[in-house]
């Protein structure tokens, strides 16, 4: 082989590995193009769902937001029914403590009003220095015999009397009665003689005092000389 065929051989040669080489250049040339266009629809869809993603993110802190709201709205109302609840229950127990503290008065009302007359230590010392020092004269001091309340009160007040000195004429023992000879059958009736000008100031003393006490009391005149101190029943509470 002559050196130009061996030139000429060598020349086809390069040239046919160029060829290959420049295929291959386009081929990556290519794919690099195609890459490039997956990478920038990648990223561009990418960034589409970094978008939509963002939104939903959004939706849902505004939609937690919303149902916090709604939430604490309820826990509002709730609360608020709650206090009403407890002012009414308040202002039930409140009525509930006046109806039983009025209950309780009524009771002890009623219990003043249907007790037992008595003297209390108190009363009868009271009773005692008022009277004292101012005896009337002669008193017949009775009471209702079939009536143990009035006797027992009789009896109370005729031991203050005869402490004040009082000129008692039936004595030492308590003369019981069924009537009272006014007529009168309830509380204290004083009977004095209807000449006097005026009332004994000892009975004035004793009438005045037992109304202080609250006890029923009245003064009625007769023609009797002595002065008659009648206890009759306990008259009925209104």
Known sequence: ??????????????????????????FFTAATAIVAALYFVA?????????LLDKAKDELIKAK?????RDLKDKDIQIGNIKKEAESLK??????????????LALLEY??????????????NHLLVEV???????????CKGTDSEACQ????????????????????????EIYSSTGFTEGIVITINKELKSIPVGIDSFHK????FGFASRIQTSTKNSIEIWIGAKPNPE
Not at 92 to 103: I, V
Not at 111 to 124: F, I, M, S, V
Not at 209 to 212: D, G, N, Q, R, S
């Open 91 to 104: 202002k039930d127990a409140a009525k509930a403590q006046t109806e039983a503290a009025n209950a309780q």
């Open 209 to 212: 005092t037992m109304l202080k």
């Open 43 to 51: 990223t561009y869809i990418t960034h589409k769902k970094a978008i």
């Open 111 to 124: 219990k003043e009003r249907h007790k037992d007359r008595r003297l209390t230590e108190q009363q009868a």
């Open 1 to 26: 082989m002559s050196d130009i065929d061996l030139i000429t051989s060598q020349v086809n040669n390069m040239s046919a590995s160029l060829t290959t080489w420049n295929k291959i250049v386009v």
């Open 132 to 142: 004292k020092g101012k005896s009337p004269g002669d008193i017949w001091l009775s």
């Open 153 to 176: 009160f009789a009896q109370q007040i005729f031991k203050v009397l005869r402490a004040a000195n009082w000129n008692i004429i039936n004595g030492d023992v308590m003369t019981q």
């Open 65 to 69: 937001d919303e149902q916090l709201e």
